[in-house]
């Protein structure tokens, strides 16, 4: 088992830039892939990111792709997730997972995963 912290999060304008971090208990190499989620008042818990950290490779939701990135800073064992050019529609909890218990699919550009480990979410705010 993975436990996860998370930081970051506020309120922005928008157009402005927020970064959210998920800190992992264990070493990022030890760990097969690694997503960001968010879910709004009312709606359903969408994906927008996931990474394999050993491979670097990522993949984004056709929502946030050019817009938001997701990275390893393995000295300190944390995933990040710069979000650039927020938008009102960008306003959530967001959440960061590890430990890929099964694939899903792919849905809107992005391979989906069921992860048995997750961050206690912080909130994302964004205003018009």
């Known amino acids: 088992q993975v436990e996860l912290v998370q930081s970051g999060g506020g309120s922005v304008q928008a157009g402005g830039s927020l970064r959210l971090s998920c800190a992992a208990s264990t070493d990022l190499w030890r760990i097969d892939y690694m997503g960001w989620f968010r879910q709004a008042p009312g709606k359903e818990r969408e994906a927008v990111a996931v990474m394999h950290p050993v491979r670097g490779s990522t993949e984004y939701s056709d929502s946030v792709r050019g817009r938001f990135t997701m990275g390893p800073d393995n000295a300190k064992n ?32 992005l391979s989906l995963y069921e992860y048995n480990d997750w961050g206690q979410g912080t909130q994302v705010t964004v205003a018009s």
């Open 78 to 109: 944390t995933i990040y997730l710069q979000m650039n050019s927020l938008r009102p529609e960008d306003t959530a909890m967001y959440y960061c997972a590890a430990e890929a218990a099964r694939y899903i699919g792919k849905s809107a550009g």
